[in-house]
């Protein structure tokens, strides 16, 4: 809907306005669904000729255009794909830019279904895999070799919470003509720009907050200008496609995206700032914490932060880590996150990392905050720590 020439409107009027052209849509405010494998052409000379906008349901649809047009404003880059999950995004993305003999730099605090990616397919397929820690920064030149042809990002990590010097990576991986991969799933286009910050294919799972209601599944790659033609040329061979109601359900999930995020924002610093004063809490780990170490980076290359976070609780059995989780009223228990619902899942995360040591002074439990009064999470969450204490 955006006019040619006029000045260009801010992330929350991009969000309403993305993909919607009310001439094309008849006068209704929401694209149409559009259901569709075949596409008729009137003539054989516009069949063979590919006159029409669309020449097959896989290659796009007025829906997956709606979508990908809003998602590419948004992401400030030269072509978005989607794709049916987010781990697909995050394979596409790679296989677009790898092939057999090459080397990726995989960060070590990567979400874990990444890592089985690359142990397990990307190895058979020929591509090695090592495995970095997240505060390498500019001496990741020191791991490129000739036949390094990606480095691979997630921030904050998977389950920590580091925060990585992008910018600094991105740098010394192109000084030597190797891409930069990101997964931004947590801070989504709207509190990262992965592109701005040298990202060259930034990946989201459209299933945690662009969704946001715990109903969808689906992956988003943005490429720039460089790798686009990589990304369009993987992303057809490979014949990936989403259905149009899940297309759907991720548009109308980004039109209140910014005012979720803002909210989950402030609701899940509100919840962390009060774990942190709690004597059962040994550490909360929150970017967007004071003293938190990733703190000073995320304050200079984010704009937000989600509500996904984590706790390390003082020493403590699994019985009084279940007394604590079992108990909750509003939390559920479960994966995913990014939806309207608050979450909690108790993790370990030492046995997957493999170049970095995580010694986190007692079991660890995850937290997302969704959309319910702070007051009645802090009370859920103060009875659940009581539970803890009680069964020390
Ligand atoms: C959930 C998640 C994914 C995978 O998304 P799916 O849609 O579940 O496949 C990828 N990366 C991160 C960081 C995630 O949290």
Redesign the pocket.
Not at 184 to 197: G, S, V
Not at 327 to 342: A, I, K
């Given at each position: 809907m955006e006019r040619d020439g006029e000045r260009p409107f801010g992330p929350l009027t991009d969000l309403v306005l993305g993909g919607r052209s009310v001439v094309e849509q008849h006068g209704f405010v929401n694209p149409p669904i559009v259901r569709g494998s075949t596409v008729l052409s009137p003539t054989v000379a516009d069949l063979e000729g590919r006159t029409g906008r669309y020449a097959y349901g896989r290659r796009g649809t007025p829906t997956s255009d709606a979508l990908a047009d809003a998602l590419k404003t948004l992401e400030g880059g030269a072509h978005v794909a989607l794709t049916p999950?987010?781990?697909?995004a995050?394979a596409t993305a790679l296989l677009a830019v790898l092939g057999a003999g090459d080397h990726l730099l995989m960060v070590d605090t990567v979400?874990q279904?990444?890592r089985h990616l690359c142990d397990l397919t990307l190895k058979r397929l020929g591509i090695e895999t090592t495995y970095y820690e997240p505060s390498v920064g500019a001496q990741i030149a020191d791991l490129i070799r000739p036949e390094t042809k990606a480095v691979f990002v997630?921030s904050p990590g998977?389950l920590t919470f580091e925060i990585q010097d992008i910018p600094a990576i991105a740098g010394a991986a192109h000084a030597r003509g190797v891409a930069v991969v990101m997964?931004n799933?947590?801070a989504t286009p709207l509190f990262f720009k992965a592109h701005d910050q040298g990202v060259d294919l930034s990946v989201t799972?459209g299933?945690?907050y662009l969704g946001g209601h715990a109903d969808l599944?689906?992956?988003t790659i943005s490429a720039n200008e460089a790798y686009a033609p990589a990304l369009i040329a993987a992303h057809g061979a490979l014949g990936l496609c989403v259905g149009p109601d899940d297309m759907f359900l991720a548009l109308r999930g980004l039109r209140t995206l910014g005012v979720r995020l803002a909210h989950q924002q402030d609701a899940g610093l509100r919840v962390a700032r009060w774990l942190e004063s709690r004597s059962e809490v040994a550490r909360v780990l929150h970017p967007a914490l004071e003293n938190d170490p990733g703190h000073a980076l995320w304050r200079r290359d984010f704009t937000g932060a989600s509500s996904l976070f984590a706790i390390e609780l003082k020493p403590g059995p699994k019985g009084a880590v279940a007394a604590f989780l079992d108990g909750l009223r509003l939390f559920g228990l479960g994966y995913?996150w990014g939806g309207f619902e608050s979450l909690a899942i108790p993790y370990d995360a030492r046995p997957i990392r493999t170049a970095s040591r995580w010694a986190p002074a007692g079991p660890t439990v995850r937290i997302h905050v969704g959309l319910e009064e702070v007051g009645d999470l802090i009370a859920d969450l103060d009875a659940g720590l009581a539970r803890y204490a009680a069964a020390l």
């Amino acid at each position: 809907m955006e006019r040619d020439g006029e000045r260009p409107f801010g992330p929350l009027t991009d969000l309403v306005l993305g993909g919607r052209s009310v001439v094309e849509q008849h006068g209704f405010v929401n694209p149409p669904i559009v259901r569709g494998s075949t596409v008729l052409s009137p003539t054989v000379a516009d069949l063979e000729g590919r006159t029409g906008r669309y020449a097959y349901g896989r290659r796009g649809t007025p829906t997956s255009d709606a979508l990908a047009d809003a998602l590419k404003t948004l992401e400030g880059g030269a072509h978005v794909a989607l794709t049916p999950s987010g781990l697909n995004a995050v394979a596409t993305a790679l296989l677009a830019v790898l092939g057999a003999g090459d080397h990726l730099l995989m960060v070590d605090t990567v979400y874990q279904p990444t890592r089985h990616l690359c142990d397990l397919t990307l190895k058979r397929l020929g591509i090695e895999t090592t495995y970095y820690e997240p505060s390498v920064g500019a001496q990741i030149a020191d791991l490129i070799r000739p036949e390094t042809k990606a480095v691979f990002v997630e921030s904050p990590g998977s389950l920590t919470f580091e925060i990585q010097d992008i910018p600094a990576i991105a740098g010394a991986a192109h000084a030597r003509g190797v891409a930069v991969v990101m997964d931004n799933t947590w801070a989504t286009p709207l509190f990262f720009k992965a592109h701005d910050q040298g990202v060259d294919l930034s990946v989201t799972a459209g299933t945690k907050y662009l969704g946001g209601h715990a109903d969808l599944l689906l992956g988003t790659i943005s490429a720039n200008e460089a790798y686009a033609p990589a990304l369009i040329a993987a992303h057809g061979a490979l014949g990936l496609c989403v259905g149009p109601d899940d297309m759907f359900l991720a548009l109308r999930g980004l039109r209140t995206l910014g005012v979720r995020l803002a909210h989950q924002q402030d609701a899940g610093l509100r919840v962390a700032r009060w774990l942190e004063s709690r004597s059962e809490v040994a550490r909360v780990l929150h970017p967007a914490l004071e003293n938190d170490p990733g703190h000073a980076l995320w304050r200079r290359d984010f704009t937000g932060a989600s509500s996904l976070f984590a706790i390390e609780l003082k020493p403590g059995p699994k019985g009084a880590v279940a007394a604590f989780l079992d108990g909750l009223r509003l939390f559920g228990l479960g994966y995913s996150w990014g939806g309207f619902e608050s979450l909690a899942i108790p993790y370990d995360a030492r046995p997957i990392r493999t170049a970095s040591r995580w010694a986190p002074a007692g079991p660890t439990v995850r937290i997302h905050v969704g959309l319910e009064e702070v007051g009645d999470l802090i009370a859920d969450l103060d009875a659940g720590l009581a539970r803890y204490a009680a069964a020390l």
